[in-house]
C-alpha cells in the first residue's frame, strides 16, 4: 500500500485555494491529464494518491493548499507473461505501438489460450504494458482476422485512446471478401447481441447494443465480391454478423458463412481455391487517429496478407462473363 511504503512519490502535486469545496476525483482529473478519472478513482481507494499523506474517499472535499502525493500503481495482477516470438510492429513511439496482427494469432490469453498470443509477445518486447489496464489493449481483431491495430504505451495514451474509440473518433477501414454481388455499397444499422440459441455467437437482436456498419463495392467477380468496409462501432465480430445478415457471407468463415460451400458452377480450379480458404476473409487495412499527445492524424495502411491476395488473384483471372 503506498500510505504505508516508505517508497518515494512519482509525482507531487499542490493543490490551489481556488480548487476548495471542489471533489478531489474531479480535481485530480484536471490536474493529472495522463489519467482517466476512473482511474483516478480506483487509485484514491487503493492508496496510491494521498492527499496530505492521507487516503481520501473520490468524493471527498479539498479545502484548498493540500499536498497530493501520487505513487506509481503495481502492475495489474494478472498471469500473463512475456514470451519473445515475432510479431510485427509498424510503427512505435513513447505512446502508441501499432502492429499488424498475423491472421491465426489470439489477442489476448482467455480460455482456451492461456498464452502465445499478441499481449504475450507485446510484454516481451515492450515490459512496460504491464504497468497498463490490459497491457494496452484497447481494441481486438478477432483470432482468424489480420490487421491493424494500436495499442497504448502510456497511461495518457490509454485514456485518450480508450476516449476516442468510445466517441467514435477512430477510423477502422477493412477489406473483405463476401460471398455475394451486391449492387452497391450500403449501411447496416442493426443491434447485435448474444445469440440466444448459441452462446458463443454474435446476433443481430433485437434488445442488442447498436452496431452499425458501412460497406462499398471495390470489385466483383461473378458471386463473389471484395468489399471496403468501415466500421462506426465497434461490437464483437460486428462486420462478420453485419454481412452474414444482409446475405453477404464472408468467404472461409466458419460461424457465420453457413456450411463452407463455394458458389454454384464454380470452375474446378476456382472450387477449390475457394474450399481450401480456411478462416473469414477479412483484413483490417487502414487504421487512422489522432495521436494522444501530438496534435496531428495517424494514418496507417496494411497490404493484404499472402493468403486473401492468392484467393483474390485466382478470382480476378477468371473470366466471369463466359
Keep these: 500500500m503506498a500510505g504505508e511504503s516508505s517508497d518515494a512519490p512519482v509525482e507531487t ?24 478519472r476512473a482511474r483516478i478513482q480506483t487509485m484514491l481507494r487503493d492508496g496510491h494518491i494521498l492527499v496530505d499523506g492521507s487516503r481520501v474517499r473520490p468524493a471527498s472535499r ?49 480460455a482456451g489460450n492461456p498464452d502465445g498470443t499478441l499481449v504475450n509477445a507485446l510484454l516481451s518486447a515492450f515490459p512496460e504494458l504491464s504497468a497498463l489496464p490490459r497491457a494496452g489493449i484497447v481494441h481486438r481483431l478477432d483470432k482468424d482476422t489480420s490487421g491493424l491495430m494500436v495499442v497504448a504505451r502510456s497511461e495518457l495514451a490509454h485514456k485518450v485512446l480508450v476516449q476516442e474509440l468510445s466517441e467514435r473518433r477512430v477510423s477502422r477501414k477493412y477489406l473483405a471478401l463476401a460471398r455475394g454481388s451486391p449492387v452497391a455499397g ?6 447485435i447481441g448474444r445469440d440466444r440459441r448459441h452462446r458463443t455467437r454474435m446476433a443481430v437482436v433485437s434488445d442488442g447494443r447498436e452496431a452499425i456498419t458501412h460497406f462499398k463495392v471495390r470489385e466483383k467477380f461473378g458471386p463473389y465480391s471484395l468489399l471496403r468496409v468501415q466500421l462506426e462501432t465497434g461490437r464483437t465480430h460486428q462486420i462478420r454478423v ?8 464472408l468467404v472461409g468463415d466458419p ?16 472450387r477449390s481455391a475457394v474450399m481450401a480458404f480456411q478462416r473469414q476473409a477479412l483484413h483490417a487495412e487502414e487504421l487512422a487517429f489522432m495521436h494522444p ?20 488473384a485466382v478470382l480476378r483471372a477468371h473470366d466471369f462473363d463466359e
Design 242 to 249: 453485419h454481412l452474414a445478415h444482409i446475405g453477404l457471407p
Design 13 to 36: 502535486y499542490n493543490v490551489a485555494a481556488s480548487c476548495e469545496g471542489e471533489r478531489v476525483d474531479s480535481t485530480l482529473a484536471l490536474m493529472l491529464s495522463d489519467y482517466s
Design 186 to 191: 450500403a449501411s447496416v444499422d442493426a443491434p
Design 255 to 270: 460461424v457465420y458463412g453457413g456450411r463452407p460451400k463455394p458458389a454454384a458452377k464454380l470452375p474446378a480450379e476456382l
Design 62 to 110: 479539498l479545502t484548498g493548499f493540500e499536498t497530493v502525493s501520487v505513487y506509481r500503481p503495481p502492475a495489474p495482477k494478472h498471469s500473463w507473461n512475456a514470451q519473445n516470438f515475432p510479431i510485427t510492429t509498424v510503427y512505435t513511439d513513447a505512446d502508441v505501438i501499432v502492429v499488424n496482427k498475423r491472421a491465426g494469432l489470439v489477442v489476448h490469453p482467455g
Design 293 to 312: 499527445r501530438e496534435d496531428r492524424e495517424c494514418l496507417f495502411k496494411a497490404p493484404l496478407p499472402v493468403d486473401m491476395h492468392k484467393l483474390i
